[in-house]
């Protein structure tokens, strides 16, 4: 089984909203989608979680103290 990524386990937590918005589910179908998805919601927060923790640990000064920056994407210019 390949490696879950945050972008396949957003794609499908977006067709599992859709399918659960459709109103054509029985409701055992339902509650397997809703758990599926709650599983892949947790996945999801959790590599954000880590991403963020090592934003931070890029930010941080000589001092360890982190700093705020505000982010800008390559291509645009300071105003």
């Known amino acids: 089984m390949a490696k879950q990524t945050f972008e396949n386990a957003m ?40 991403t963020e923790k090592k934003v931070s640990i890029l930010l941080k000064d000589d001092e360890g103290r982190v700093r705020e920056e505000p982010f800008l994407p390559e291509d645009s210019e300071d105003v």
């Open 11 to 50: 794609k499908r937590l977006e067709a599992i909203v859709q399918d659960l918005e459709s109103g054509e589910l029985s409701l055992d179908e339902a509650f397997k989608k809703f758990q599926e998805g709650v599983k892949l919601s947790k996945f999801c927060s959790n590599k954000l979680d880590e």
